[in-house]
């Protein structure tokens, strides 16, 4: 009976459906993409979570654990204890903001700065090698297509 119930499931439109199928192709790019960035962080000793984590301290300038919780769609705890790590390692502190007395900032250390060239060229690097056949025209027909997929409105999500 199972077996019945796949071949209907396999049968339907549902896996013909183009969208689909690029939907899984949205996947499998971004998976190689980290992948292919986890080898040159391994050089650093970052693991993914912590390479991303410096990606978004750096992109974002000292955002605040909320702000980082948030972007990385981690718990507010997940990306405390990332940030333990971090500064553990020596990549990160936490200052206190001056606006607020409440929040605390997580700011890059000398060592991240000294390193932020090195994650930024195997970063290009990366991009290089996966878009190498690409054209500039056709990265950018690529980004709008695939910004329309991102709701405009934040209260979409």
Do not use: H
């Not at 019945?4 to 499931?9: E, G, V, Y």
């Not at 970052?46 to 991303?52: F, I």
């Not at 500064?87 to 060592?111: F, T």
């Not at 990265?139 to 709008?144: A, D, F, G, K, P």
């Amino acid at each position: 009976m199972a077996q019945k119930n796949n071949q209907r499931f396999a049968d339907s439109d549902f896996l013909n459906d183009e969208r689909i199928e690029l939907a899984f192709l949205i996947g499998r790019v971004t998976r190689e993409l980290r992948r292919r960035f986890d080898v040159d962080m391994a050089a650093l000793e970052l693991t993914r979570a912590q390479w991303r984590a410096m990606l978004y301290v750096f992109r974002l300038s000292n955002p605040t654990q909320t702000e980082l919780a948030e972007i990385m769609e981690l718990g507010r705890a997940s990306v405390g204890a990332l940030i333990d790590q971090l500064e553990r390692s020596g990549y990160v502190s936490r200052v206190a903001d001056s606006q607020d007395r409440r929040v605390w900032r997580v700011v890059p250390s000398r060592l991240a700065l000294s390193r932020r060239s090195k994650i930024d060229r195997a970063g290009r690097r990366v991009a290089a090698e996966l878009f190498a056949e690409f054209e500039e025209k056709d990265l950018r027909n690529l980004r709008r297509c695939l910004e329309k997929l991102i709701p405009k409105n934040p209260a979409e999500n």
